[in-house]
């Protein structure tokens, strides 16, 4: 009988869905992703994507079911403004944004290129405001009250986005942004984490002093450089937080931001949350924006991973041999389909066990005992031929070993 937390496409723990941990939970009932790839994802030191790409990689988003995307930031170059223009002109689905400084003339690229949202940025620490930006104060008030207002007389959704909020005075910070709520314009607030330095507990704490303060939705962008983005993320969402930024597969500067596919994945199976995406479509996303960015994902990556459903160790392989027609999620968190995976599978290393050799032998027509002695002396070899080659087997190898053994 299936439970929130046993399904036959997932199986986590049962303590996710206790009363003492769900009365806790205050998730919006519109939970919205809005993907950053394309911008933040592109700020990844070495990475760039044309016009081409950020358009191909648009339309997998799309397809993934995003809400939203921020196509670019206009100013950077003609290739971005062209490439976001690219992308409202296809009218994929999501709604379109683009990223502005808090500069009226920037406000109206953004116009100009046909989006529906724009995401103004300030510096909000005041020690980023007076060291990197050698700015009075009053400056970054004065700037946001006028560029918010000037994006919302132009039609656009306006959402205020304060870099590095988290390490700004909690005071001038509050100030900052209820200014602009009251001078200015915000159709929501970012809550912003732009060096990854918070906790959890951080997060919770700060997320509440906002709301207690001023009462717009909110938006939660928060970097992963001590690895917290996603569980940041979910924490600012049980809040109330109603948009996660992410980006496909944590790509972004320095150590990246909140992975979309890890925090779709983990609202629906662990909070039972489904956020109306294309699981499916996940793996394929994450290898197309590998590709165009040039970089490859680490193989034990959570959810898209290369190596998630390789199995290698002896036990393991006994009982994906017993279980992957009965019931394979016993062995995996969640089902491979489930996000685009290929089917398990078996493979040949120093790890391996007999069964995993009379698994090959059979799939291969061998025809030989389970008690045979011979099983033993390929077995030697494999785990031989792996530790010589620090790598796991071809089949040619095996089939190589098995002949000369046999």
């Keep these: ?158 959402v205020f986005f304060p870099i590095d909020a988290t390490r700004a005075d909690p005071n001038w910070f509050l100030n900052l942004i209820e200014q602009v709520a009251t001078h200015g314009h915000m159709d929501a607030l970012v809550l912003v984490d732009t060096f990854g330095g918070s906790s959890p507990h951080a997060i919770s704490y700060f997320t509440r002093k906002v709301q207690e303060r001023i009462k717009k939705p909110l938006e939660a962008h928060f970097h992963d450089d001590f690895g917290m983005a996603v569980a940041n993320t979910l924490m600012a969402l049980s809040l109330g937080v109603e948009v996660a930024h992410v980006t496909v597969s944590s790509l972004g500067e320095r150590a990246g931001n909140c992975a979309l596919e890890d925090l779709a994945l983990a609202l629906l199976t662990l909070y039972g949350i489904d956020a109306g995406l294309r699981y499916e479509k996940f793996r394929e996303l994450s290898a197309l924006v590998q590709r165009l960015a040039g970089i490859h994902l680490p193989p034990n990556r959570p959810v898209v991973g290369d190596l998630l459903f390789k199995v290698e160790s002896g036990i393991i392989a006994t009982w994906l041999a017993r279980l992957k027609e009965k019931r394979p999620v016993e062995l995996f968190p969640f089902h491979w389909s489930l996000v685009g995976h290929e089917p398990a599978e078996i493979v040949l290393g120093k790890g391996s066990g007999r069964d995993s050799i009379l698994y090959y032998l059979a799939a291969l027509g061998y025809r030989v005992d389970g008690a045979d002695a011979r099983v033993d002396e390929i077995l030697r070899r494999v785990k031989e031929r792996s530790l010589q080659t620090k790598a796991l087997l071809s089949i040619d190898e095996f089939r190589s070993i098995a002949d000369a053994v046999l």
């Excluded at 986590?12 to 806790?24: D, F, G």
């Excluded at 403004?81 to 944004?97: D, M, Q, S, T």
């Design 1 to 158: 009988m299936a439970t929130p937390w046993f399904t036959d496409r997932w199986f986590t723990s049962p303590h996710n869905y206790a009363e003492e941990v769900r009365r806790q939970l205050r998730f919006s009932p519109s939970l919205q992703f809005h993907d950053i790839t394309l911008r933040d994802g592109e700020q990844q030191t070495g990475v760039v994507f044309t016009t081409d790409d950020k358009i191909r990689i648009a339309e997998k988003l799309a397809e993934a079911g995003v809400h939203r995307i921020e196509a670019g930031m206009p100013t950077v170059s003609k290739a971005d403004e062209e490439a976001i223009k690219a992308i409202v002109r296809r009218n994929l689905g999501p709604k379109i944004f683009s990223f502005s400084r808090c500069m009226a003339p920037d406000i109206q690229r953004a116009v100009d290129c046909g989006v529906k949202g724009v995401v103004v940025e300030i510096p909000s620490s005041e020690h980023i405001i007076e060291l990197a930006y050698e700015w009075p104060l009053q400056k970054a008030i004065d700037l946001s009250v006028e560029a918010t207002r000037y994006a919302k007389e132009q039609g656009l959704y306006v």
